[in-house]
């Protein structure tokens, strides 16, 4: 394996293309959720100088009206997309009064689902589709597992590495589908080896009790407000949190084996419908309950760590961009906000996703067979829970491996790739970070999920009083300097522009609801 990857890094380097390696495009998603001084999920509506959450391009909403999500450009250096995060939040937090922005992924104070505010995009046909699609997430799996909170990581070579790259492999296919190709094995190495992210940057490893809502939990008892797991990583990634509890329910498992196959089990998904679903109704009355009775409304739906992406044009389908462009960019979901970094990620952190994105993308990649998609599922399970359990051991090819000898193995398979990275800057960067990981293999408790716990512990404090201290000192952090005059006004005129851009949307429409959803689902729009 790791031999594989040296041989491609010799020959990029062998080609003097180490410049088009390191300029490839890395863009952040950001969710932040909003809240009152108390700590509880806002009820306010999302503020109008942030502009339209339907038409903003760098400031929206995900599930809910207080779910704030800050979109950055895709950027050659990492460190862009980062400045990009910190003016956007900066211009958010000049637009909140009395609210906080909660610095962990798992929310607080929750007082059940029906206190979560459902996000609201205006009466546009396209904006009641968002709303009725996050109405029907709510039904299908409850509105609180809606409003956890995460980082993702949005990555693509140069366009003009392409070629080079296909020259180097001596692959005589059209150019398009050679990239393909070899997105979806980014894709599903990224799902092989992506245990690591959660071990590396969980930090998710206690939660407030009001989150489980009274629900039965194997987890242990922190305090009296607090639940937590011994050795827990990111509990976001484990059966509580972010996957989909009900996938084997419903039937559905995407096929990664090529984009073809991805857009059809995706595809297949949209257009079957489910007993399960069928019980919740779609329209009562005049109200849509939820888009479809489908297995899934959309595609969005379906959840997972990775997801190779498109751009989409208009109103376009994800599957329909996919299958006419191809894939655009690679997805990374599996990031925790780090509670402890005022921007919830660190430029530490990119470059060791930069760097491992290139390494799953240089790895060989074969085919998931079902044996290893049972084992990618405990093994990311097993780490959600108990990563730092010196007694876990994971599944590579039917044989169990303690993760400090697989982590050991695969950073040094990225030593290569750092150092290519590192050629043409000052200084080691890359390295330096991937040193920065490579101890938190031999020490776990330096781990951010181990810090949390051990700063609770020193503090006393329970989940909720540990997250608030730390949301009210990013708060000063970002009440500490201004953005500059050229930068608020860039904010303030793209979220003029985007109220201005709803408003257009809202007096185009002509034809109702029920038309629109029908010309959607049959790639009428």
């Given at each position: ?14 080609a ?9 495009l ?7 959720l ?13 503020p ?15 599930y809910?009206e207080a ?10 250096d990492?460190?862009e ?10 211009f ?15 929310p ?24 009725v699609?996050?109405?029907?997430l709510g039904?299908?799996?409850g509105?609180v ?12 070579p ?17 150019l ?10 980014l ?20 939660v ?8 039965e ?16 990583t990111?509990?976001r990634m484990?059966?509580i ?5 009900k ?20 595809s ?26 489908n ?10 760590t ?31 906000i780090n509670?402890?970094?005022?921007l919830g ?14 390494f799953?993308?240089?790895?060989d990649s ?10 990618i599922?405990q ?8 990563g730092?359990?010196?007694?876990l ?5 039917g ?12 950073l ?10 590192d050629?043409?800057?000052?200084g ?31 503090n ?17 952090w970002?009440a500490?300097f201004?953005?500059?005059p050229?930068r ?5 005129k ?20 029920d038309q ?10």
């Open positions: 394996m790791l031999q594989s990857v040296e041989k491609q890094i010799a020959r990029l380097s062998g003097e293309v180490l410049e088009l390696l390191h300029r490839g890395k863009g952040l998603e950001k969710e932040s909003r809240v009152s001084s108390d700590g509880g999920i806002a009820q306010t509506p999302h109008r100088a942030l502009g339209s959450a339907l038409t903003n391009p760098y400031i929206t909403t995900d809910s779910l704030i999500e800050l979109i950055t450009p895709p950027f050659p990492s460190r997309a980062q400045d990009f995060l910190l003016e956007a939040q900066k958010v937090y000049d637009n909140l009064e009395g609210e906080l922005l909660w610095a962990t992924s798992m607080s104070v929750l007082a059940g689902g029906a206190n979560i505010p459902i996000a609201r995009y205006g009466d546009s046909n396209a904006g009641t589709m968002k709303t699609y996050r109405r029907g039904h299908r799996y509105r597992m809606q409003v956890i909170a995460g980082v993702h990581f949005n990555y693509s140069r366009a003009e590495f392409w070629p080079v790259y296909q020259a180097l492999q001596g692959d005589r296919h059209p398009r589908q050679f990239s393909d190709t070899t997105y979806l094995g894709t599903r190495n990224l799902q092989r080896y992506g245990w690591l992210i959660p071990y590396l940057f969980g930090a998710s490893p206690a407030c009790k009001s989150f489980l809502g009274g629900r939990t194997t987890l242990e008892e922190f305090d009296s407000g607090t639940c937590y797991g011994p050795f827990a990111s509990l484990g059966d949190g972010y996957t989909n509890s996938e084997k329910g419903v039937g559905i498992k995407a096929n990664y084996d090529s984009l073809g196959d991805y857009i059809r089990s995706l297949r998904a949209i257009e079957t419908p489910s007993p399960l679903w069928e019980r919740i109704g779609v329209k009562h009355g005049e109200r849509y309950e939820q888009l479809n009775a297995i899934l409304q959309i595609e969005n739906e379906y959840y997972s990775v997801r190779p992406k498109q751009l989409l044009e208009g109103l376009e389908k994800p599957v329909r961009a996919l299958e006419r462009r191809g894939v655009r960019y690679v997805e990374l979901r599996s990031l925790d509670a402890f970094h005022p990620i660190s430029l530490e952190q990119l470059r060791f996703l930069e760097v491992f994105m290139l799953c993308l240089l790895l074969p085919p998931i067979n079902v044996q290893e998609q049972r084992e599922d093994n990311l399970g097993g780490v959600a829970h108990r730092r359990d010196p007694l051991y994971l599944l590579r090819q044989r169990e491996l303690r993760l400090q000898t697989w982590a050991g193995e695969l040094r398979g990225m030593e290569g790739v750092c150092e290519a990275l050629a043409s800057l000052p080691t960067p890359f390295q330096e970070s991937l040193g920065a990981q490579q101890l938190l293999v031999k020490d776990p408790d330096c781990t951010p999920s181990a810090m949390m716990l051990a700063e609770m512990r020193r006393q404090e329970p989940f909720f009083y540990f997250a608030r201290r730390l949301s009210l000192q990013h708060q000063e970002f500490g201004s953005l500059s050229e608020e006004q860039f904010f303030r793209q979220a003029k522009i985007s109220l201005e851009r709803q408003a257009e949307i809202e007096a185009a429409d002509e034809i109702p609801f629109f959803l029908q010309d959607y689902f049959n790639d009428r729009i």
